[in-house]
Nanobody, 119 residues
Framework: QVQLVESGGGLVQAGGSLRLSCAAS????????MGWFRQAPGKEREFLIA????????DYADSVKGRFAISRDNAKNTVYLQMNSLKPEDTAIYYC????????????WGQGTQVTVSS
């Protein structure tokens, strides 16, 4: 079992930056692939970015390439989402999620953190 808690959301002006954190608890959480998703009002949940358990490989959605970056600190069981050049269309609830080893399915989810980008 893995528990995830996001933090760092808030209100930011267009062009600004935010860094989200996702604290994971659970004995094997550092062995999980970690991802970030978002869901805007009236829209489906969208995959953004993921990082392997080693931190070597990452996967990005086209919508965030060049603007968002993911990193992890396994010693702290924390994953970060650095968001730069934010746009009003980035406004959404942001969720982190964990996929067990050798699985592409995200079985564990945080409660989400709101990000609002004003124009």
């Amino acid at each position: 079992q893995v528990q995830l808690v996001e933090s760092g959301g808030g209100l930011v002006q267009a062009g600004g930056s935010l860094r989200l954190s996702c604290a994971a608890s659970g004995r094997t959480s550092s062995s999980y692939t970690m991802g970030w998703f978002r869901q805007a009002p009236g829209k489906e949940r969208e995959f953004l970015i993921a990082i392997s358990r080693s931190g070597v490989s990452t996967d990005y959605a086209d919508s965030v390439k060049g603007r968002f970056a993911i990193s992890r600190d396994n010693a702290k069981n924390t994953v970060y989402l650095q968001m730069n050049s934010l746009k009003p269309e980035d406004t959404a609830i942001y969720y982190c999620a964990a996929a067990p080893p050798f699985s592409s399915r995200y079985d564990y989810w945080g409660q989400g953190t709101q990000v609002t980008v004003s124009s």
